[in-house]
Every structure is written in structure tokens, then in C-alpha cells.
């Protein structure tokens, strides 16, 4: 009897562990969370977005997979450009909200050496996923990461994507520049990169 009480305990804390961390992925809102603890070298500024001075960043993780239309995508592979990944979700109404600068701001500075990644999790069907694309003009790649998997990748105590939506620029050297937990506007997206395309 026993033998058959520790695996379903075993079970019920993995379940448990899932649950949780699928609340804190898909928090999908106003999200103002820092990341880890102690001394992290990141400053978030008023408005929500942490950046981190040029000397103190860390490098990203290993992000790749299968993109929306089934085409492999590392991010590794745009080391020299600055990376803009923005974390999303069809089902998510800030993301809606921020799609339309995303969108319009990848075009105007395809051409300064930034490529735009999104990171579509939470849609189990990738159809969902691909009309919100569709829908608003985003013709810039998504991996697909329907289980959150690849967000997990990120450090704890870095500029880690935690909530739904996040955006997270890498610099040229593949470090983790700057972040935020929250939908933001073309403005607050200019704030973010264009200081990292200025930099050589």
C-alpha cells in the first residue's frame, strides 16, 4: 500500500510545480515584477523597463526551435544584430494591445540591424496564433513554444522573460541588454533599442 502512496505524491507535487509555474508564465497584464534577488546589475527605470550597463551584461540563453510556419530559428544565428524578442500570446489582451508597435517599429529599423523574435506560448493550436500574426501585420518570426519551455531557459537573477507579455532586447554581443514585464507602445520600444542600436 505504501509503495503505491509515494508515487502519487510524487505526482501531485509535479503537478502541483506545473500549475504554479504556469500562473507566473502567463500572468498576461500589467506585470511590474523584478527578477531575482540580491544584486542583480539591473536598474528598472519609471516606466517599467530594467536595463543593464554594457560591462555587467549576461549572456542569453540558448533560444531556438520550430517558428510558427515550421521553419528552424535559432536566435544565436543574429549575433551582430540587436534582438528584439517579445513574448506573446493570441489569447492575451495586452499583447493585442502592443502587437500593432511591434509590428510597425520591426519595420523601421529592419534596416539598423535589428531583427524582431517573438516567442508565441499558451496557444496550444498554432492556427490561433498564426491569424493574430495575420491579423496584425507581424511579419517578423515566432518560435513556437506552446508549454513555456524556452522561457525557462532564462537565468534567474538576469533580465529573464516572466511574464505574458515580456519583451527582451539583446545587444549585439548576445548579452542581455534590457526588459520589460508590461505591453508597451512604440515610444517605450524606441526607449528600449534605440540606445542599443546607437551602441558599436
Known sequence: MSSGRAPRRRFTLLAATAVAGALTLSACGEGTKAGGGGNTNF???????STVAAGERTDAPKLDGTTLDGKALDVADYKGKVVVLNVWGSWCGPCRAEAKHFAKVSKDTADQDVQFIGIN?????????????????VTYPSLYDPTGKLLLRFPKGTLNAQAIPSTVVIDRNGKLAARTLAAIDETKLREMIDPLIAEK
Open 43 to 49: 536598474v528598472t527605470g519609471s516606466g517599467g523597463i
Open 121 to 137: 506560448t499558451r496557444d496550444t493550436q498554432r492556427a490561433a496564433a498564426v491569424n493574430f500574426e495575420q491579423d496584425y501585420d
